[in-house]
T-cell receptor, first 110, second 111 residues
């Protein structure tokens, strides 16, 4: 199974900051792309799916560049509650096993 | 909101013992998965299950592992003879139309 690589962390940012996470994937057959959030010792939870046209959900914006096999997540106006590990996840199609990156830890500081 | 339920939340077992981890997937989902996460490492795929059989498995899923769907609701992962390196969080997940839902996990500690 091919890999998903993410920025090494941790990222320590003040409240209100904008923070960007980057991810690359090696399997060119990947078709589905996600950002998950994982709190300490909890299960991964879907933050957002990532579409080719880019998509936004409130303070979160995700982008996909298929040619470069690159995915990004931008968090604007960081909140303390955004502190978590952010996982870049891909799969080759719906319902096939997910391949996880190691994650990037974010700490938002007051 | 439908959820995937896992039991127990924490299991401690002696090396060499068998353990069974249990999961109740979302009722209308057809695909089931087990993943594990060793402390400080990434989430790793173990096995997927569809139509009452294994559809895919990773190199981690060797002969000491097995999965079963003994009835219409439960989905189990058995580890036959546990090793120290099996200590990890084990997550069950299910999916329907490409939407995956994870259970809260079982923390397995092998001593």
């Amino acid at each position: 199974r091919k890999e998903v690589e993410q920025d090494p962390g941790p990222f320590n940012v003040p409240e209100g900051a904008t923070v960007a996470f980057n991810c690359t994937y090696s399997n060119s057959a990947s078709q589905s792309f996600f950002w998950y959030r994982q709190d300490c010792r909890k299960e991964p939870k879907l933050l957002m799916s990532v579409y080719s046209s880019g998509n936004e959900d409130g303070r979160f914006t995700a982008q996909l560049n298929r040619a470069s096999q690159y995915i990004s997540l931008l968090i604007r106006d960081s909140k303390l509650s955004d502190s978590a590990t952010y996982l870049c996840v891909v799969s080759t199609s719906g319902n096939t096993p997910l391949v996880f990156g190691k994650g990037t830890r974010l700490s938002v500081i007051a | 909101e439908p959820e995937v339920t896992q039991t127990p939340s924490h299991q401690v077992t002696q090396m060499g013992q068998e353990v069974i981890l249990r999961c109740v997937p979302i009722s209308n989902h057809l695909y089931f998965y087990w993943y594990r996460q060793i402390l400080g490492q990434k989430v790793e795929f173990l096995v997927s299950f569809y139509n009452n059989e294994i559809s895919e498995k990773s190199e981690i899923f060797d002969d000491q592992f097995s999965v079963e769907r003994p009835d219409g609701s439960n989905f189990t992962l058995k580890i036959r003879s546990t090793k120290l390196e099996d200590s990890a969080m084990y997550f069950c997940a299910s999916s329907g139309t490409g939407t995956y839902t994870f259970g809260s996990g079982t923390r397995l500690t092998v001593v």
